[in-house]
């Protein structure tokens, strides 16, 4: 699609001949993931996560269907559907288990996923449309994954739902009637339990689509490599098929490897017991907690404590959404002209201190609302903002930056020593 | 592509070495073949009937109450069941009949328990298209045979439920049961 | 203008967070958060060897049966257990025969009809009902319990921090409280001081209170710890019925993944085994390339 050396689809078989000349689908499939799809040679590990998230989403499709063939969505009877599933239905249990845990698992690849783009700077031109769409994507999977944690219609699935909704009562003047008509009602209840799982079933296949349209964004300039640098020769790719379907098999084999781990020896693991409690509107849990994946974004909505002009609860709100929404953005307050970190030594410091600081995020979101844990988030929360909104704009301006490999066929053919050699100086021995 | 020419180039040419090489990636897919058809399984079985749906196959019924002449209908498996108690003149009619002449030949014997011809228990299905056939409650339409009468395309059943006359191929079903009692009847 | 106004609105923010450290800072200093009388006495539970834990965990049979006999001696009379049915006591070794009388004898009869006159009754439970709630409903409950409301215990092994281990260390965890409890956290009319649970006072009285309280079936002496670490072993079954089946066909997919992924791994390094000889990971956790980038960064310090 994107280099003129792709290799064009050629049917051998007179049926895939026949078939491509009336439905070229076999074609459209070529130039997306297979022979007809150059790729940068030297992808690290790193570059499995895409694949691995879109199998993620493939399981969590797989399983959604079957569960909702057994699950009630009706606040009298869904927690008993629940449970019917995991004692009754055959094979339910591991249904059940491989859907909640597989919402963690699609969390943890997509994170990685996003950080890796950070690092290595895939949100730059030309790739800005790809790193929007997956913006798109995180926004669709977090609402998705909010209403189906409310669907077993446990404790924290209520309180969640309450909670969750009540950010939005936050909102001037038009909160409160916003509240209500999410919920249809004045407090979680049948209609909202109704809405939920339609809209819970709904969204996985928008989300669906909008993986086609990232991916099909990302073929328009192909995709980045870790050293940033543009693709410039044929000798700079290789085919995906069969070169990086073998390398995402192994990937997936690793991934399902951690998965059956957690599904089938710590599947309540990353759950909270309380959700093992029916829903009870008269008894709130001691500690209400989201699921592990919004802890960072729960830690941010929890640091705003003081009303400064607007209530403070306004400001937590603000700053939670203004947190992923800034992602947007990041194409354009970025403005460094070299896209990977390994060649932006002052970046990456900042980079590894973001690691750190979401994950600081994370614990203390998890955490009760406690000093010290306020306080924590309030600085990790301040460096949030900075990262994005002051330093990453400041630093793409003053930054030295190291001199960059020619092409990546220079970087990969004569190891890594070539990087460091400054721009224009031909390394000593020819390529070949 | 340069790639593959390299590919060529840089490989040993030996026979063996590319068909080992062949083996292992060969190999690799049909495991992973195996695995997703395997993970197909829970995802198929999900859909027959679950424990709890199993449990109510098997159900006790209480007849003591069930005069000469009458007939309960009770639920197995979601499907009615009709329990009928036979008279004397009931089972004479019923053995009177030449088998060999039936659609579906079966004596009363056949379709009841030893000692128990009186006790007809049979699904209230007709074996047509699946309607409900009328005469298990007083007052309804016993059809031609006195037994059970189908409304849906007229199918008639005599005293022993066996199909006489109507398009129904075969007679009603006698379930599997047993009884605990002279007066409890297990189904199923 | 992006840069521009993503500046304001950063400085938005990290003003205002500040803001909020400032106070809460100031706070924490002028008056530091007192050590809460619950963080103080309360007692994480004690870890019992459970036969079902660890991977390859399975149920001891009879250490089942005698934890059901002491939930059914001991428990049943308030609590419920309405997720689990008659039937599923097959799996603790019971034959369908003795079931069938368990549940026929139950002592609490399942809601149902008169068949003459549809008056509201009760029958004896047969195998496929679950077992019956002790209680018409919540009211009915609180009103037979001093106000409290004793909770169904299907779920109970997972719905509290600990599972078993609690279960158990709350049963065994009764004594009288401590001197140093102040005043206000004192167990009050129908609360018993327990330091294991939540806020240390509950409203469930010591259930099991001497040994010999169960005489069991298989003659295990009937220890107050013997009890409380059966009855636990049962309800992680009532919550967890299909933990052997997870257990073993996890180590057989398990098995059978790492034994694929070799195969994925091998076939991986087959195909690229020509271009892998030029294509070097240029991750950023590469250690060689670590190695390099010092040393580049050292370099480019010296010449910058």
């Known amino acids: ?432 | 592509m340069a790639t593959v020419e390299h590919h060529e180039a840089t490989a040993p040419a030996g026979e063996d070495g590319l068909r080992r090489r062949d083996f292992i990636n060969i190999a690799a897919v049909s495991v992973a073949g195996v695995g997703g058809a395997a993970l197909l399984y829970p995802l198929v079985n999900q859909m027959n009937p679950s424990a709890d749906v199993l449990a109510l196959a098997q159900i006790d019924v209480d007849i003591s109450s069930i005069q000469p002449g009458q007939a309960i209908k009770t639920i197995w498996r979601k499907q009615p069941i009709f329990i009928r108690h036979l008279t004397p003149q009931e089972i004479e009619a019923a053995n009177a009949v030449d088998v060999g002449s039936l659609r579906d030949p079966q004596t009363l014997a056949d379709r009841t328990k030893p000692d128990k011809a009186q006790w007809l228990i049979t699904l209230g299905v007709c074996t047509h298209l699946g309607c409900v056939p009328l005469g298990a409650s007083e007052g309804e339409n016993r059809g031609e045979y006195g037994g059970y009468f189908c409304p849906c395309h007229g199918s008639h059943y005599d005293t022993a439920a066996r199909i006489r006359k109507g398009p129904a191929p075969t007679n009603l079903e006698v379930p599997e049961y047993e009884f605990m009692s002279d007066t409890a009847v297990r189904i199923g | 203008m992006v840069r521009f106004f993503g500046f304001l609105v950063g400085l938005g923010f990290v003003g205002v967070a500040a803001w909020s450290l400032l106070w809460g800072v100031i706070a924490y200093v002028s008056e530091p958060p007192a050590e809460t009388v619950e963080h103080r006495f309360h007692l994480h539970p004690e870890h019992v060897d459970f036969s079902f834990e660890g991977p390859l965990g399975r149920y001891d049979r009879q250490q089942l049966q005698r934890g059901f006999q002491v939930y059914k001696e001991v428990c049943a009379a308030c609590h419920g257990l309405n997720q689990v049915a008659f039937r599923n006591l097959a799996d603790l070794g019971y034959s369908e025969a003795e079931v069938r009388a368990i549940a026929d004898q139950w002592q609490i009869q399942v809601p149902s009809i008169n068949p003459e006159t549809g008056e509201p009754a009760g029958r004896n439970p047969i195998p496929a009902d679950r077992f019956p709630d002790p209680y018409p409903n919540e009211t009915a409950a609180r009103a037979a319990n001093n106000n409290a409301f004793p909770p169904d215990l299907s779920l109970m092994a997972k719905a509290r921090e600990g599972g078993a281990h609690y279960i158990h260390s709350l049963l065994i965890g009764y004594r009288n409280p401590p001197a140093e409890l102040p005043e206000a956290n004192r167990p009050g009319q129908g609360l018993y001081y327990n330091p294991y649970f939540a806020n240390l006072n509950i409203a469930m009285p010591p259930p099991l209170t001497a040994d010999g309280q169960v005489t069991y079936a298989d003659g295990t002496p009937a220890t107050i710890n013997q009890m409380s670490t059966d009855v636990s072993a049962f309800l992680n079954w009532a919550a967890e019925p299909k933990l052997e089946s997870r257990h073993q066909g996890g180590l057989v997919i398990l098995i059978f993944l790492i034994f694929a992924t070799i195969l994925a791994y091998l076939s991986y390094r087959n195909i690229w085994a020509a271009a892998k000889r030029n294509v070097r990971a240029t991750g950023p956790l590469d250690p060689a390339n670590i190695a390099r980038r010092q040393a580049a960064e050292r370099e480019a310090g010296i010449e910058g």
């Open chain 1, 1 to 432: 699609m994107s280099f003129p050396w792709a290799e064009e689809y050629r049917p051998k078989h007179p049926f895939m001949r026949w078939l491509d000349e009336r439905l070229p689908l076999p074609r459209l499939v070529y130039g997306a993931v297979g022979g007809g799809y150059p790729v940068p040679r030297n992808l690290n590990y790193f570059w499995n996560f895409g694949v691995l998230a879109g199998v993620a989403l493939a399981l969590q499709i797989v399983t959604g269907i079957v569960l909702a063939m057994h699950y009630e969505a009706n606040a009298e009877t869904a927690f008993n559907s629940v449970e019917h599933i995991m004692r009754n239905v055959n094979q339910g249990w591991f249904l059940r288990y491989a859907h909640a845990n597989g919402a963690s698992f699609f969390f943890i690849v997509t994170y990685i996923h996003i950080f890796r783009g950070l690092y290595y700077g895939s949100y730059k031109a030309p790739r800005e449309m790809v790193w929007m769409l997956g913006l798109v994507i995180f926004l669709l999977m977090m609402a998705t994954a909010f209403m189906g944690y409310v669907l077993p219609w446990g404790q924290m699935s209520f309180w969640g739902a309450k909670v969750i909704t009540g950010l939005f009562g936050a909102i001037p003047l038009v909160g409160e009637p916003v509240q209500q008509w999410l919920l249809g009602g004045f407090a979680p209840d049948q209609p909202t339990l109704t809405r939920f799982f339609s809209l819970h079933y709904l969204l996985p296949f928008v989300i669906f689509g909008v993986v086609v349209l990232h991916i099909w964004a990302l073929h328009i300039p192909g995709s980045g490599n870790p050293t940033g640098v543009d693709v410039k020769s044929p000798q700079d790719t290789v085919p995906f098929h069969p070169y990086y379907t073998a390398k995402d098999g192994f990937g997936l084999g690793v991934f399902l490897i951690l998965f059956a781990i957690l599904l089938f020896f710590l599947p309540n693991y990353l759950g909270h017991p309380d959700n093992y409690i029916p829903a009870n509107p008269l008894s709130t849990p001691a500690h209400i907690v989201p699921e592990w994946y919004f802890w960072p974004f729960y830690a941010i909505l929890r640091a705003f404590t003081v009303d400064f002009i607007l209530p403070a609860k306004l400001w937590g709100v603000l700053a939670m959404f203004a947190s992923i929404l800034l992602l947007f953005f990041l194409p354009w307050l970025d403005k460094s002209p070299v896209r990977s970190g390994s060649y932006r030594p002052t970046f990456r410091i900042f980079f590894w201190i973001l690691i750190a600081d979401v994950l600081v995020l994370g614990y203390c979101g998890g955490m009760p609302a406690e000093e010290p844990w306020v306080m924590l988030s309030q600085v990790a929360t301040m460096y949030y903002f900075a990262h994005f909104l002051l330093i990453l704009p400041i630093l793409s301006m003053v930054e030295r930056t190291l001199p960059l490999p020619n092409s990546i066929s220079e970087s990969v053919l004569h190891g890594e020593e070539q990087e460091a050699a400054p721009v224009g100086v031909k390394p000593a021995t020819a390529a070949e």
